[in-house]
């Protein structure tokens, strides 16, 4: 018989990974990445991951290979997170044995989480019922079309439910999984382990942003970087399209142009998502007043602040520092 989760763990968490017969290695592979790589530099007790299976045979994956699972699902629905990844089939059912444990895992109050069509073997255990989910743009309708009882967001990059979480696609599984981590260790674990994968830690905006997207050529992509480089380091002064294009030797016109190719929005949200982040370290690690912060990061007002800080965090400045510094 399976014992509920103590109601504070060790300092190491628990976390497994569903595979599937069929399954894509990519989203796997950002779960081993994430959860599964000691980070001893890190100074902060990292996870303990298990890969896991229905069966012990032999799984195929995409791209012409198999691998075996170490554990089945009981160790699965044990863990203090629970992952699933991509189901191979969107239109298929998901095993019976699959969504009996992820109930009971969330039951016993894991905290339950899909990356891109993972999402349809959590709906199929009835664990996205009356609330908001994701998943790639390309199956939201799908989603919507099969569980009704699903309030499908497109637009997002994940869904954060407390206790069940969604992605979108399955590059936006790393944005979820980096914003586990977050929650866990703070931001500035959450930050380093971003710089080790060389991806951005917090990236605002939703999937529109990646639908029909445009490459830019490597020159155009090398100037737009150097403005980034430069907007980073001056992020605490007045930042306009004019200066940044100016960086980047273009007119204002070509350089938004070539920006939005390249990022999938425009310099100034840029610049607004990345005064965000840069507050994020400040509010975990510092007593200043958010007033201070505000400007410290280069935003006119601390109402300025607080509006964009929602609209990216979806939640205030003072909550976020009250969860990820309970000192404060």
Partial sequence: MLLPLPAARAARRSVSVLAFDGMAPFELGCVVEIFGISRPELDA????????????????????????????????????????????????????AVTAALRAAHDRGARVVSICSGAFALAA????????????????????ERFPRVRVNPDVLYVDGDDVLTSAGSAAGLDLLLHLVRKDHGPGVANTVARRLVIPPHREGGQAQFVQAAVAPVEDDDAVAAAMAWALDHLSEPITVADLARVARMSQRTFIRHFGRQSGTSPLRWVISQRVAASLTLLESTAAPVEEIAAAVGFDSPVT???????????????????????A
Wanted: charged share 25%.
């Fill in 125 to 144: 255990a009835g664990l996205l019922d009356g609330r908001e989910a994701t998943t790639h743009w390309k199956y939201a309708g799908l989603l919507q």
């Fill in 45 to 96: 007790p990292w996870y303990e991951l298990a890969v896991c299976a229905e069966t012990r045979d032999d799984l195929r994956v995409v791209g012409g290979f198999s691998m075996r699972a170490e554990h089945g699902l009981d160790v699965l629905t044990a863990a203090d997170t629970v992952i699933v990844p991509g189901v191979p089939d969107v239109r298929g059912e998901v095993s019976p």
């Fill in 305 to 327: 602040f607080r509006h964009h800080f929602a609209r990216a965090m979806r939640t205030s400045p003072s909550a976020y520092r009250r969860a990820f510094r309970p000192s």
